[in-house]
């Protein structure tokens, strides 16, 4: 059963051209991750939701942006697509990260591919 | 600066083999976290280490963690070819999860 569901899994945009990835769970969730991670590198952490509380990491660029519209959806916008964006775009949910046994739960992840 | 290193970063074994990675981060959390990540996928959580002393194993795979000295390591027992994949270990301070900078792990027959 999916728990953390990511559309589309690949998506081939033009330089400049306004694209969109979504992720939905299943698993209500508290907090949604979205990571972007780029060919042999760590995961690098773009912002999270915790519920309705947006967090920011400081060096995300300004292009990209977040919307969490209810518990189970979250979405990735980017609003004009540079080459360097091309990677792999992970959401992930947590319970709550505080909590005792609490861990991250990833999607399949989104190829972007920017031409 | 906050820092989760991982060594070695790239690791080449023969099956049968023992090996161990480790994990080294600059500041305090008391829970750390393995991941497994085969190429061109997802990451699938392994374990979850809550305390000092905390160890766990699943199959040929065992995790331990020391947060005295910031360190966890992931033990490889007669390792097989199926645990070729890149394995990625992080922290949790301040409600966000840090990542290491991952070993890439091939199992030569």
């Known amino acids: 059963d999916a728990m953390v569901i990511q559309n589309p899994r690949y998506q081939v945009t033009q330089f400049g051209k306004p694209v969109t990835l979504s992720c939905s769970q299943t698993?209500?969730?508290?907090?949604m991750y979205w990571y972007q991670q780029k060919s042999s590198q760590a995961p690098k952490l773009l912002f999270h939701y915790y519920d309705k509380d947006f967090n920011n990491e400081a060096d995300t660029p300004d292009n990209f942006q977040s919307r969490r519209p209810n518990t189970s959806f979250c979405f990735l916008d980017i609003r004009s697509p540079g080459l360097g964006d091309a990677a792999m775009y992970l959401c992930?949910?947590?319970?709550?990260?505080?909590?005792?046994?609490?861990?991250?739960?990833f999607g399949p992840g989104t190829r972007l591919t920017v031409l | 600066e906050l820092k989760v290193e991982q060594n070695p970063l790239f690791l080449s074994m023969q099956e049968g083999k023992n090996y161990t990675i480790y994990c080294n981060y600059s500041?305090?959390?008391?829970?750390l976290y393995w991941y497994r990540q085969d190429p061109g996928k997802s990451l699938e959580s392994l374990f979850v280490?809550?305390?000092?002393?905390a160890v766990k194993q699943e199959g040929r795979l065992m995790a331990s963690l020391d947060t005295k000295a910031r360190l966890s390591t992931l033990h490889i027992t007669a390792a097989v070819h199926d645990l070729s994949a890149t394995y990625f270990c992080?922290?949790?301070?301040?409600?966000?999860?840090?990542f290491g900078t991952g070993t890439s792990l091939t199992v030569i027959p």
């Open positions: 992080a922290i949790l301070t301040g409600n966000q999860f840090y």
């Open positions: 500041t305090t959390s008391d829970r």
């Open positions: 280490l809550l305390s000092n002393g």
């Open positions: 698993l209500n969730h508290n907090v």
């Open positions: 992930a949910t947590s319970r709550d990260p505080g909590g005792y046994t609490d861990t991250q739960y």
